[in-house]
């Protein structure tokens, strides 16, 4: 054998042991890329099966319980004026949206017709007084009988009720505030001609201003005199008012189920008759109550319950509740202080569901990063 042939059968093998060795590194390579592919699957899927979720914690506040119902305030008083005689408007003393007092002069009529009568009355009156008189004296002289005597006695009488009446049609051409408070409306003018008993003038007292609620049986034994009323009027967004419960019916309406409660509050400020409101009335309070928000209890139909999220998953948790105040409700039995409750995101949780909390501030975070400047490197 030649040289020639030994060294072309050297370079051969030579050849061969190359390329096995670089099928072995790349199926070595391969085999290590889907070994780590195959590591890295499952986190990627857990990653992926997560649910998004926002959470708040279980804490600690004082919370009221309440009764919140709406009415429309009302005048402590309310009077409509009439006039008790007829007559022509001689004169008008009032003004839509003027304080008047109790008893002080509205209207005038003509008063010459009453004026007549009193004085009628007054002649009247003042004959048979003298008729009488010497009936009494002529009666002790055995002059006129008995009876004579008692006719004129009554005559005296009737004149004297008729004076009267005649004295009190001539005061009712002088038409009065039946009570104190503001003209809220006035329907005459100087001239007009005024019926007997016609209404010409509304007063309404706005010194206190009450609202009625009917409020359902159930709250019967909860409800007292005396207890803080807080009212919101939507005419005046944004504020609100004090005040107390007035009068609590102990009577049931068995047609509605429900009993009067009447609220009162002071009057002669922004509170005016008529306005629509809003009630609340507290009738309890707890100073250290375990609270989460509203929003964390699930609409299921079942009992209440929320979600807690708790090593990266949603458990179901059933929960005694107690007092709902302001978009907070009090935990009786189910959770502890510093528990996360799911308030976003829970309608697409089921029990033991993967989740993963998203920081409500991260946005606001995120917006900061890219406001703040990057630093260049040095060329």
Request: charged share 25%; glycine share 8%; aromatic share 4%.
């Amino acid at each position: 054998m030649d040289k020639n042939t030994v060294f072309q059968g050297f370079a051969r093998t030579l050849l061969a042991i190359v390329l096995v060795a670089g099928v072995a590194s790349v199926s070595a390579c391969k085999a290590d890329g889907e070994g780590n592919a195959q590591a890295k699957e499952p986190d990627a899927g857990k990653a992926a099966d997560a649910i998004p979720v926002e959470v708040a914690k279980a804490s600690r506040r004082a919370v009221a319980a309440s009764y919140t119902g709406t009415g429309t305030l009302e005048a402590r008083a309310e009077a409509q004026v009439v006039a008790k005689t007829s007559g022509i408007a001689m004169e008008v003393f009032a003004e839509e949206g003027q304080r008047v007092k109790a008893g002080q002069v509205l209207v005038r009529l003509d008063a010459d017709r009453a004026r007549l009568q009193v004085a009628q009355g007054v002649a009247q009156v003042r004959k048979l007084e003298a008729n009488y008189k010497r009936a009494v004296q002529l009666a002790a002289q055995q002059m006129v009988s008995a009876n004579d005597l008692d006719q004129l006695k009554y005559d005296l009488a009737n004149a004297r009720a008729a004076y009267d009446m005649a004295r009190l049609e001539l005061s009712y051409t002088n038409v009065v505030a039946p009570i104190s408070g503001v003209v809220a409306a006035r329907d005459i003018k100087p001239g007009n001609f005024v019926q007997i008993n016609s209404p010409i003038f509304r007063i309404v007292d706005s010194s206190r201003l009450e609202v009625t609620l009917n409020v359902p049986e159930r709250e019967l034994a909860k409800l007292q005199p005396g207890q803080a009323v807080t009212l919101a009027a939507d005419a005046l967004p944004g504020r609100t008012f004090a005040g107390k419960v007035d009068r609590v019916s102990p009577v049931v309406d068995t047609g509605t189920g429900t009993f009067r409660v009447v609220a009162a509050f002071p009057g002669e400020g922004e509170l005016h008759a008529g306005m629509f409101s809003r009630l609340s009335i507290n009738y309890d309070q707890r100073a250290d109550a375990l609270v989460i928000p509203r929003a964390a209890l699930l609409e299921d139909g079942g009992e209440p319950a929320v979600y807690v999220a708790r090593d990266g998953k949603a458990t179901r948790t059933v929960l005694k509740l107690g007092y709902d105040d302001s978009g907070w409700v009090e935990v009786r039995e189910g959770l502890e202080e510093g528990d996360a409750v799911v308030v976003a995101g829970k309608a697409a949780l089921r029990e033991g569901s993967m989740v993963q909390v998203i920081d409500r501030d991260q946005p606001a975070k995120d917006v900061e990063k890219a406001k703040a400047p990057v630093a260049k490197a040095p060329r």
